[in-house]
Nanobody, 115 residues
Framework: QVQLVESGGGLVQAGGSLRLSCAAS????????MGWYRQAPGKQRELVAA???????NYADSVKGRFTVSRDNFKNTVYLQMDNLKPDDTAVYYC?????????WGQGTQVTVSS
């Protein structure tokens, strides 16, 4: 099992920044992809940014140049730095881990961007 705990969401004005954190614990040795997804009201959950199985990063077109995913392997933590936020970025953000033994999600953290 893997546990994922997100933090760092909140309310910010358009143009502002937030940094999300995802602290992972459990059977991480067989997890080879981790990243962030989001779900806005009435919409499907979508990929935001993630480390792929090969170790590279993958970003949604809508966040390229504004968001950066990073990780601290010593702390088992994945981060999402979000700059120049827009109202369309408003959503619940979920941490995701894809492991040999399953796919895991955090509980989600709300990000609200006001215009």
């Amino acid at each position: 099992q893997v546990q994922l705990v997100e933090s760092g969401g909140g309310l910010v004005q358009a143009g502002g920044s937030l940094r999300l954190s995802c602290a992972a614990s459990g059977r991480l040795i067989s997890c080879n992809a981790m990243g962030w997804y989001r779900q806005a009201p009435g919409k499907q959950r979508e990929l935001v940014a993630a480390f792929t199985r090969g170790g590279s990063t993958n970003y949604a077109d809508s966040v390229k140049g504004r968001f950066t995913v990073s990780r601290d392997n010593f702390k088992n933590t994945v981060y999402l730095q979000m700059d120049n936020l827009k109202p369309d970025d408003t959503a619940v953000y979920y941490c995701n881990a894809q492991c040999v033994h399953g796919v895991y999600w955090g509980q989600g953290t709300q990000v609200t961007v006001s215009s």
